[in-house]
């Protein structure tokens, strides 16, 4: 009896000296207590690394199309840039360029936004704000892409990712280290459902505002049903080319939807066409913005 307690003890020590040089072994990555990887670890941590996103960044330009320029925020059929959600000197609105750079953005942000423009003309925007080498730059185009005379003449998605991709080519290609923060396409479907309610604003639509969506604003037959479902699908493969061409860039942050989902009202809609922000809108859209630039670790 005496014997076998003996013999048993003994193997039950060896068996847990090789469980815990086993452990030992994986959490020392494969070196006993004395072996070199112990000594290289001895040397000191290696160096974090520099993080790819700066939330705070020095400079800034804007991309775009007329909601960048601030059209129709402070009166009719005119840019109002001074009230831009990206680079506007506002106080109601306080831009995205006066939240980062503070006093500094009337000297290190600008502009190139274009009222009118769709996703074609971006590159060409692009090698504008590329040769200030910004810091970060902002996107928002799409809406024009989407609204046209007809569904049928909406920009085809591949050809809109073709312009999204063009451009960050042309930026990369000047501003290799340049930021990119990306806006979602708005709601255009919400749009029609807010302004509709407004009777001035049905008859400024008439005069030829986004027709693929606004056109015949009071019709509720499938016919007109179907245009705008088409129309704002159209909205959504934009905006899903979007987020997957950012994906590809490591210094490209996409909005994740956050303008396409805001539940915007009439207060937010310039009371000139019922189409464009508003200066209230122009701030909602900078608050959304300035989040996710400055957002850690996104």
Not at 212 to 234: C, F
Request: net charge positive; with cysteine.
């Amino acid at each position: 009896m005496r014997k076998r307690s003996h013999r048993s003890r003994a193997v039950a020590a060896v068996t847990a000296a090789v469980v815990l040089g086993a452990a030992g072994c994986d959490a020392l990555g494969g070196d006993g207590p004395g072996g070199s990887g112990a000594r290289e670890r001895k040397a000191g941590p290696s160096a974090s690394p520099t993080p790819v996103w700066d939330t705070s960044p020095a400079s800034l330009a804007a991309v775009g199309d007329s909601i960048t320029r601030g059209f129709d925020a402070c009166s009719v059929l005119t840019d109002c840039p001074e009230v831009s959600w990206a680079t506007g000197d506002s106080g109601e609105v306080k831009s995205v360029a006066v939240r980062l750079l503070g006093a500094k953005a009337a000297t290190h942000s600008w502009n190139y936004a274009v009222t009118g423009a769709r996703m074609a003309d971006l590159p060409a925007q692009m090698a504008r704000a590329a040769a200030r080498r910004p810091a970060l730059v902002t996107v928002m185009a799409g809406a024009n892409d989407a609204c046209r005379v007809t569904a049928e003449a909406m920009t085809p998605v591949a050809d809109f990712r073709a312009g999204f991709e063009e451009a960050l080519r042309t930026l990369r290609r000047t501003a290799p280290t340049a930021q990119v923060y990306v806006a979602s396409v708005p709601d255009l479907k919400r749009l029609w459902s807010q302004g509709r309610t407004n009777v001035l604003g049905k008859q400024v639509w008439k005069l030829g505002i986004c027709p693929s969506m606004l056109g015949d604003a009071d019709a509720l037959d499938a016919a007109a049903n179907l245009r705008r479902e088409t129309v704002r699908q159209r909205v959504e493969d934009y905006n899903r080319v979007l987020e997957e061409v950012c994906a590809e860039d490591a210094r490209c942050r996409f909005d994740g939807g956050a303008v396409y989902a805001f539940r915007f009202g009439t207060d937010q809609l310039s009371h000139w066409d019922w189409f464009h922000p508003s200066t209230n809108g122009q701030a909602r859209l900078a608050e959304i913005a300035y989040r996710r630039i400055t957002a850690r670790g996104a």
